[in-house]
């Protein structure tokens, strides 16, 4: 599959199969993921690729609930945490990613580890997709409770995470602004 057609047909994936993942397949997403770009080359990721029934459903419980209308609902990616057959944690060291050697930030965007992180992940959801696997990005957990179940080091930031297997339906295709909606030329708002 050409990148391109990952990109489009990249979807959220809350319901896996049992299907176990090969450790070449886990190692190529993990290997995508590696070669996203990052500030300065810092590479401040990192990953923990869980596989333990127990600690999944572990890092699952630290899942936040959603709001739909008034009522508040159990967040669908918890189940899909438990339900599929890789979970992978991504995390990444603070302090580094926007910042000089000496600890002075550049930026005026706080921690660029967010962007950095985003990028890797992007690249392992697409290279799941092109290898015919499912994932969901999964942002709404308590990172610290995340953390401690995951041994995480001080200094380091639990930042997202998403399950990892073959989907057991399709999703659909969101609807997408039309791009005369969002592109400007030479100035925010012109046409």
Same mark, same amino acid.
């Given at each position: 599959?050409d990148?391109f057609?990952?990109?489009k047909?990249?979807r959220?994936i809350?319901?896996?199969k049992?299907?176990?993942v090969?450790d070449?397949d886990l190692?190529?997403?993990?290997?995508?993921a590696h070669?996203?770009?990052s500030?300065?080359n810092t590479q401040c990721?990192?990953?923990?690729? !869980?596989?333990?029934? #127990?600690?999944k *459903?572990?890092? $699952?419980g630290t899942?936040?609930?959603?709001q739909f209308?008034?009522d508040?609902?159990?967040n669908?990616?918890?189940?899909?945490?438990?339900?599929?057959?890789?979970l992978i944690?991504?995390?990444a060291?603070?302090?580094?990613a926007?910042?000089?050697?000496?600890?002075t930030?550049?930026?005026?965007k706080?921690?660029?580890?967010?962007?950095?992180v985003?990028?890797?992940i992007?690249n392992?959801t697409?290279?799941a997709?092109?290898?015919g696997m499912?994932?969901?990005? !999964?942002g709404?957990f #308590?990172?610290? *409770?995340?953390? $401690?179940?995951?041994?995480?080091p001080?200094?380091?930031s639990v930042?997202?995470?998403?399950?990892l297997?073959?989907?057991d339906?399709?999703?659909q295709?969101p609807p997408?602004?039309e791009?005369?909606d969002i592109?400007?030329?030479?100035?925010y708002?012109?046409?």
């Open positions: 599959m990148v057609e990952a990109i047909t990249r959220s809350r319901k896996y049992p299907d176990p090969s070449a190692q190529k997403v993990l290997e995508a070669w996203a770009p500030w300065a990721w990192r990953f923990i690729v !869980v596989r333990n029934p #127990d600690i *459903k572990q890092v $699952a899942l936040m609930k959603v209308g008034e508040w609902l159990k669908a990616a918890a189940d899909a945490i438990v339900q599929a057959p890789v944690v991504a995390c060291q603070k302090g580094v926007g910042y000089t050697r000496d600890g930030p550049v930026t005026d706080d921690d660029w580890l967010l962007f950095d985003a990028l890797s992007q392992l697409l290279a997709r092109a290898l499912g994932t969901v990005i !999964v709404a #308590d990172a610290e *409770k995340a953390a $401690a179940i995951l041994d995480v001080d200094g380091y930042v997202t995470m998403t399950p297997g073959y989907p339906h399709t999703g295709a997408r602004k791009l005369t592109i400007y030329t030479d100035k708002g012109k046409s």
